[in-house]
């Protein structure tokens, strides 16, 4: 009898570490996503930034207005910066990233160099109307 109650406990035991190491294990796993499309970058102040196709994004969190926060590591070489402490966490002051509209890819093809894969990728993304597609390949190469 004693080992019937022995062995009992040794299996709850043991499925109750299985549970807590399962629950650890899957908030510990990281869910990213692969950019498909290129995503037009703004701030306050400026749109004019693009995060390119196949950025690797690193999910944090979603909030309750209706946005999901994500993570993107970069490399910086050969250029330490200075780095200062950021006294509360709550200050931090996120860029956000968003399909393009036409007069923010129109922003970027006047300011910034873009390869023909990523207005490609751009165009063909379902954000814009076939009259801005148009309007769109005009500027793109008449610049040419």
């Not at 910086?76 to 002051?93: G, H, S, V």
């Not at 860029?95 to 007069?103: G, K, M, N, V």
């Not at 910034?112 to 390949?137: A, C, F, M, W």
Request: glycine fraction near 4%; proline fraction near 6%; charge should be positive.
């Amino acid at each position: 009898m004693k080992s019937k109650i022995f062995i009992f406990f040794a299996g709850c035991t043991a499925a109750t570490l299985f549970l807590c190491g399962y629950f650890y294990w899957k908030s510990q796993m990281t869910h990213i996503h692969r950019l498909t499309t290129p995503l037009q970058l703004r701030t306050k102040d400026v749109s004019n930034g693009l995060l390119p196709l196949g950025t690797t994004l690193y999910y944090e969190t979603s909030l309750a207005e209706g946005i999901s926060r994500y993570k993107i590591y970069v490399n910086i070489d050969r250029m330490p910066l200075p780095l200062e402490a950021l006294q509360d966490p709550t200050k931090i002051a996120p860029i956000e990233a968003a399909p393009f509209t036409q007069s923010a890819l129109l922003r970027l093809l006047k300011n910034h160099p873009i390869t023909k894969d990523d207005l490609r990728t751009i165009v063909s993304s379902g954000y814009l109307s076939k009259e801005e597609i148009q309007e769109v390949l005009y500027e793109f190469t008449k610049g040419k």
